[in-house]
């Protein structure tokens, strides 16, 4: 059983910054990506930054130069920091992680976290 947990989302106003945090836990061999997706009322869910096990970044356009992506190997952990925050961030914003894990035997797949919810408002 693998369990991803995000932290740190909440009511910023825009311009405004927060940090979400993510920690996968539970039978990991190994996490090849991790990475954050968000969902509007409405939209569909949109891929915001990935990160590498080796530390390569993918981040989305409509973030690139405000949000950044890091990540903790040994803690099986992922940050998204973000800044200068705009009401259209406003989402449910979702861990991901892929990776091998292990039961009875080994298997691939990737595993969601709960989601927080990040309102960006005045």
């Known amino acids: 059983q693998v369990q991803l947990v995000e932290s740190g989302g909440g009511l910023v106003q825009p311009g405004g910054s927060l940090r979400l945090s993510c920690a996968a836990s539970?039978?990991?061999?190994?996490?090849?990506?991790m990475g954050w997706y968000r969902q509007a009322p409405g939209k569909r869910r949109e891929l915001v930054a990935s990160?590498?096990?080796?530390?390569?970044?993918n981040v989305a356009d409509s973030v690139k130069g405000r949000f950044t992506i890091s990540r903790d190997n040994a803690k099986n952990m992922v940050y998204l920091h973000m800044n200068s925050l705009k009401p259209e961030d406003t989402a449910v914003y979702y861990c991901?992680?892929?990776?091998?894990?292990?039961?009875?035997?080994?298997?691939?797949?990737?595993?969601w976290g709960q989601g927080t919810q990040v309102t960006v408002s005045s």
């Open positions: 990160v590498t096990s080796g530390g390569r970044p």
């Open positions: 539970g039978s990991i061999f190994s996490i090849s990506a």
């Open positions: 991901n992680a892929d990776g091998k894990y292990y039961s009875d035997s080994y298997y691939y797949g990737d595993y």
